[in-house]
């Protein structure tokens, strides 16, 4: 049985993180989605998220490709994949800030997850940036 954890912030849900959702769990059993705490999206995009982090929480738990969903860790965004222990980490295009030296970070701490990126679904359409400038 492999597992597979993906992340993201999930703020307004579109095609494109379904899409993403579903290559994710093509690459396992379990799929694990790790849903970015709103600190966490204020530090990262400089922006508040629409929705709070429960909310997004929620609406992950609720959708039937995913196996289970959690928060991340505001501090140490690697105490989650050392909780789970998954075997493969999917990331999308866009997931560029938390793959800096990833498998030596990983490593340290004795982790070794294949690492996977998943390729964009009509980027110019399905950009949660874009679509939040339409709102």
């Known amino acids: ?19 993403y959702l579903k290559e994710a769990r093509k690459h396992g059993d379990t799929l ?6 709103d600190e966490t999206i204020k530090k990262a995009k400089g922006t508040e998220p629409k929705f709070h982090q429960q909310d997004r929480l929620e609406f992950m738990r609720q959708l039937r490709l995913v196996d289970k969903a959690v928060l991340g860790n505001p501090e140490d965004y690697l105490k989650v994949i050392e909780e789970h222990k998954p075997d493969i980490l ?16 990983l490593a340290k701490r004795g982790l070794h997850p294949g690492i996977i990126r998943i390729a964009p679904y009509k980027q110019d359409i399905y950009k949660s940036g ?3 400038e339409r709102l």
């Open 32 to 37: 694990i989605v790790v849903v970015a705490r």
């Open 90 to 105: 999917c990331l999308g295009y866009d997931q560029r800030a938390m793959t800096d030296d990833l498998n030596a970070k």
């Open 1 to 19: 049985m492999k597992t597979v954890m993906a992340f993201g912030a999930f703020d307004i849900v579109h095609p494109g993180h379904l899409y």
């Open 130 to 132: 874009k679509l939040k």
